[in-house]
């Protein structure tokens, strides 16, 4: 395989998957035979009330959750063979996670944290400080590294935490309602975060249920019992997102 | 994932929760502790009960009479049945053919009397008549003045040595040395004075008195049965054969052919030695266990905290395991922080345990054995990783995606 074909492989491919909870008559179907290709360079939002399946798409997605049946490959591997130190190594090299509660860890500085992932990947200390570093200025928080979490806001935490998701770079940016615990303004700061790495050709899929975070993605697939029932371009893979291009315009017009 | 940021991590850890940590380190302190220490106690006591028995002599047999009361106070039935133990018994063991391993064998008459001194007056529990040989037998020395010698046993003089007790109560700082003492009407010369003993268990042994065997005999105990016959033998290592030869010429002199109608019985120093060895040696195990058990309980004590520290932090786990962190990264952390903890309380038990060697408990001057050092820290790191590595497993086999999700 040669690196052009690489690049034009899809970053997920899921095809037929079911998910199924408990067996017998009590059983759940979380998913029932769902199929998502995602290329790379993408801006999905998946979509859908709770109880949808967008939790258990979205655990599978991060190779926290095997599926029941059915096929993922995650930037070309077949993750569902693989043992569970392979698992942590695929989830520490080509997933960055955001989730809704921050999840950073406690009395460690937004600089450790950034650190972490490039701690349990190996890297030495110097270049893991460099490249933590970068991805903090990334998200424009270069003068809060020594804080710890609890002297931060809820936006400038979600911040460390895409610094965090980005700092391995990762073929997928994986956020499960990444603004669902922010107030108008640091959501605001946090998906021009997002348009600005789609912008530089992040693949992201997010997790909402909110139209206007979504508004955002380039692509809205939408959930209901397991199943994807609508499926809607915004903008093209390769273009800018569209609120992105629209803000552009704005700020041009003015 | 390096050793080193393991060892970061764990350190972290431990840190966030100081004071639990400072607790559960103080279990495994108290343990390690109270081994080392206990185990010295034991060994204390079991070093001071030898050097008693040192003191007494190793080298010696007790042979007294049995199958009725002693010397003179022995009822006249069982004079029927049993001979007496006479001089003449204590003069036949020493014989270089029948008993070659015997280097001496002193008859001992002994008795309780009072002693005056200027109008001071003491008891003496034990008022010895004896031969000059006992003075070796029963490792004895005068620290002052002199011996009485065969002579002065012969001629039956009234010359006496005084045990320390005795100086002290009746002369206090005066020099006994030549001075004229009498002993319940009779006249008797200090001519020595022994060295300190000290006492052994109840009895002082200094509060006594030495005079010649028929000094003694003829003022006081009568010409009859002796107390003892002190046996001295040629050294320790001849002391069974010495016992042996002992009872074969008694046994013959005596007429006896059952060994358990013996009308005589021979204490060994040697085998007293060893029992008393060996119950020391009973004393620090039980000691030791007890110890052992609090250094248990302080193991436990921390798989329950790490158990806590583990179900505390399952959603930091969580999320370590969801940004890459391998099952050996989690379980190394858990697990050098339970070790950490088990080490550092064994490192200060083993400074509270040697420090605490340095006072004297309850009369017995503790003796660091350097073994239980060595086991009592090895156990506690062993601890650390038995202990932790339930926690730590269990930490490290959790499903990110329940601990992600646990509140």
């Given at each position: 395989m040669t690196a052009g074909q690489q690049d034009n492989r899809p970053v997920i491919e899921i095809a037929a998957a079911v998910k199924t909870y408990?067996?017998?008559?009590?059983?759940?179907?979380?998913?029932r035979g769902v199929d998502l290709v995602v290329e790379r360079g993408d801006y999905v939002a998946i979509m859908g009330a709770s109880g949808s399946g967008k939790s258990t798409l979205m655990n599978v997605i991060g190779c926290l959750d095997v599926l029941t049946s059915g096929l993922y490959r995650l930037d070309g591997i077949d993750v569902s063979g693989l043992a569970e130190s392979q698992l942590s190594l695929v989830r520490n090299r080509r997933i960055g996670f955001i989730f809704q509660a921050f999840n950073l860890i406690a009395r460690t500085t937004a600089l450790a944290n950034v650190e972490l992932p490039l701690a349990y990947a190996g890297i030495k200390a110097g270049e893991r400080r460099r490249r933590a570093l970068a991805a903090l200025d990334l998200v424009g928080l270069a003068d809060r590294v020594d804080h710890e979490p609890n002297e931060l806001s809820g936006g400038q935490q979600q911040r460390v935490a895409v610094a965090r998701a980005l700092v391995t770079a990762p073929a997928l940016l994986l956020a499960d309602?990444?603004?669902?615990?922010?107030d108008t303004k640091s959501t605001h700061e946090v998906l021009g975060i997002f348009d600005r790495l789609s912008l530089s050709g992040r693949t992201i899929v997010i997790i909402t249920h909110e139209d206007d975070v979504a508004s955002h993605a380039k692509r809205i697939v939408r959930l209901v019992d397991g199943e994807i029932i609508t499926d809607v371009r915004q903008?093209?893979?390769?273009?800018?997102p569209p609120r992105h291009a629209s803000a552009a315009a704005t700020a041009g017009l003015s | 994932m390096s050793p080193f940021e393991v060892m970061r991590f764990a350190l972290v850890g431990l840190g966030a929760n100081k004071l639990r940590s400072a607790l559960t380190t103080l279990g495994i302190l108290i343990g390690v502790g109270s081994v080392i220490l206990l185990v010295a106690v034991g060994n204390g006591s079991s070093k001071a009960i030898q050097a008693n028995i040192d003191k007494l002599g190793t080298n010696m047999l007790t042979v007294s009479h049995s199958g009725g009361g002693f010397g003179r106070n022995r009822s006249a039935n069982a004079a029927a049945t049993t001979k007496d133990l006479t001089v003449a018994d204590a003069q036949a063991l020493v014989d270089p053919y029948a008993a070659p391993d015997v280097k001496s064998a002193s008859p001992v008459a002994s008795t309780t009397e009072n002693a005056v001194y200027a109008g001071v007056s003491t008891s003496i529990p034990a008022f010895i008549g004896t031969y000059p040989s006992y003075f070796e037998a029963t490792n004895n020395p005068v620290s002052s003045g002199t011996y009485f010698t065969n002579a002065d046993v012969t001629s039956g003089r009234k010359v006496i040595v005084l045990g320390q007790t005795v100086v002290t109560n009746l002369f206090?700082?005066?020099?006994?040395?030549d001075k004229q003492i009498t002993v319940n009407g009779t006249p008797f010369t200090v001519i020595g004075v022994l060295k300190a003993k000290g006492s052994t268990g109840f009895t002082d042994a200094d509060n006594t008195a030495i005079a010649p065997l028929t000094t003694v005999q003829q003022a006081f105990?009568?010409?009859?049965?002796?107390?003892q016959v002190i046996v001295e033998a040629n050294n320790a290592a001849t002391i069974n054969q010495a016992q042996a030869e002992v009872t074969t010429i008694l046994d013959t002199r005596h007429k006896i052919t059952n060994p358990a109608n013996a009308d005589f019985r021979i204490l060994n120093q040697a085998s007293l030695l060893t029992a008393s060895t060996s119950t020391s040696k009973t004393f620090t195990v039980l000691l030791g266990a007890v110890a052992a058990i609090s250094l248990l309980v302080g193991g436990i004590g921390i798989t329950n905290i790490m158990l806590v520290t583990v179900t505390e932090r399952t959603r930091e786990i969580g999320i370590r395991k969801a940004i890459g962190a391998p099952r050996g990264a989690i379980l190394g952390q858990f697990l050098v922080e339970a070790t950490l903890l088990s080490l550092i309380g064994g490192a200060l038990g083993v400074l509270g345990g040697y420090v605490g060697s340095h006072f004297t408990i309850v009369g017995v001057k503790p003796v660091i054995v350097p073994s239980s050092i060595a086991l009592a820290f090895g156990v506690s790191v062993v601890i650390g990783l038995f202990f932790g590595g339930y926690p730590a497993n269990r930490a490290a086999s959790l499903r990110p995606i329940d601990a992600l999700r646990y509140e």
């Open positions: 408990g067996e017998g008559e009590t059983a759940v179907h979380a998913l309602e990444p603004t669902g615990n922010l903008a093209a893979v390769s273009g800018p | 206090g700082d005066i020099d006994p040395i105990t009568g010409y009859g049965s002796l107390s």
